[in-house]
């Protein structure tokens, strides 16, 4: 199965006027295709800086980060905001959406960046609303949709580009478990049934268990990397199966 993901002795140092915090330290990871991994570990553990290698938002210190077998660990910025829209998506807690534009204009947005936008994307949008339920709040503004309904619009956004990995950063951390639950059965449903590869940082157990593997990190290193004890699993039918 080929590598989406693979850190080679990867540190993260930052200068902080004569002290050197060391962020990470020398981790080694590969992650495959399809794989649904969960990212664990304190305060202070590594979580926020990995996730910001492994999205491009920023670079090694030292180490290199092969991203679908090409080493981005040196790239330009330029290079890396390019990898970001092609081949990565982006789910925060925040949400991070634009509150002066509609739901249809928050998920089209990756598609102008690229340059895709057409009528064949104008019908995959149309089908990942419908599919996420959002159809009918298409000319809402995202003040006017509760937490989940922003988190939805959120992932419709993040994967409008048919990303190479998706990158989850506590996703459900705004939101009540009932909702929790609901985004959850949603990334769930995309990895199992649409082959997207799924990083998920979360300080949660409970959300953990919906993927398939498990890294928990301390001290900037990899503590330990096991299969998900007891995973969940949602019911079997899914909210994303006529997604194409």
Known sequence: ??????????YKIYQMGDVQVTALNGISLTIKKGEFVAVMGASGSGKSTLMNILGCLDRPS??????????????SKNELADIRN??????????????????????ELPLIYSKKLSQIAGERINQIMATLGLKEFQKHYPNQLSGG???RVAIARAIINNPTLLLADEPTGNLDSVTS?????VLHDLNHNMGITIVLV?????IARYA???VV???GKVLSDTPSQSPATPAPQTICERIT
């Open 212 to 214: 398939r593997r498990v």
């Open 1 to 10: 199965m080929q590598d989406i993901v693979s850190l080679e002795t990867v």
């Open 181 to 185: 639950t609901e985004v959850m059965h």
């Open 62 to 75: 030292k180490g290199k980060y092969y991203l679908e077998g090409i080493d981005v660990s040196r790239f």
């Open 202 to 206: 979360t300080h949660e157990n409970d």
């Open 86 to 107: 092609k081949k990565l998506g982006f789910v925060f807690q925040s949400f991070n959406l634009l509150s002066r534009t509609t739901v249809l204009e928050n998920i």
């Open 149 to 151: 309904q922003q988190q």
């Open 217 to 219: 990190l301390r001290d």
